[in-house]
């Protein structure tokens, strides 16, 4: 089985703090993409790698940035919490382009205070 | 831009009733199409997806979901629903070779028992 793992399931920051999310998925998939799920608005993409050191942005990349350093992890970092990016964040991976599902970790909840 | 729609925001059913939940997309070109589902708790996990061939696709726990090219449709159906069956659905889609999924806003279901 497909494992996706992220570090935190819960998280409460301050804003203005640097937060980092942790991600290690254990499939050595290509694609690794950084959601976040608000209600009535479903999981808006934003950032995805498809491969060591690549990135590219998706809908809603302000405010975020990413690192992939090693295959296997992909790092979403707030760069400065603000109260707006409180929000659950999901991690998934896939082992290609569209033809591929997608594979999800649990999530972590953010709260900015 | 590709885009999802689906239109239940919140569905509420009696055990043993049948379930149809739209999903309509907008992209022009060759689509993939997926139905994710998220149980209280959970991640996300695949119910199906649709690539080609027949455009009746059978998926887990007894879903299955009818691709109607013309209509720019991939509802999902349940001919009898259970009290397990309280979800949250998601429809997504991407082109044939793009890492981007879209999804749509999400519909929560709720069985009654």
């Known amino acids: 089985d497909v494992k996706v793992t992220q570090s935190s399931r819960y998280l409460v920051k301050r804003t203005g703090e640097k937060v980092f999310l942790e991600c290690v998925q254990d499939?050595?998939?290509?694609?690794m993409f950084w959601y976040r799920q608000d209600p009535g608005l479903g999981l808006r993409l934003i950032y995805f790698?498809?491969?060591?050191?690549?990135?590219e942005k998706g809908d809603i990349p302000e405010g975020y940035s990413v690192s992939r350093e090693k295959k296997e992890r992909f790092s979403l970092i707030l760069e400065s919490a603000s109260t707006n990016q409180t929000s659950m964040y999901l991690c998934?991976?896939?082992?290609?382009?569209?033809?591929?599902?997608?594979?999800f970790g649990p999530g972590t909840r953010l709260t900015v205070t | 831009a590709q885009s999802v729609s689906q239109h239940n925001h919140h569905v509420i059913l009696s055990e043993a009733a049948s379930l149809e939940l739209g999903c309509n997309y907008s992209?022009?070109?060759?689509?993939?199409l997926f139905w994710y589902v998220q149980y209280p708790g959970q991640h996300l996990q695949l119910l199906l997806k649709?690539?080609?061939?027949?455009?009746l696709v059978k998926g887990i726990k007894g879903f299955e979901a009818e691709f109607i090219k013309s209509k720019f449709s991939f509802n999902l159906r349940k001919p009898s629903v259970q009290w397990s069956d309280t979800a949250e659905y998601f429809c997504?889609?991407?082109?044939?070779?793009?890492?981007?999924?879209?999804f749509g806003a999400g519909t929560r279901l709720t069985v009654k028992p």
């Open positions: 790698s498809y491969d060591v050191k690549m990135k």
């Open positions: 649709y690539f080609s061939g027949d455009p």
């Open positions: 997504a889609v991407t082109s044939r070779n793009n890492n981007d999924m879209r």
């Open positions: 998934a991976s896939s082992v290609g382009t569209g033809l591929y599902e997608q594979y």
């Open positions: 499939m050595d998939h290509e694609n």
């Open positions: 992209y022009g070109g060759t689509v993939n």
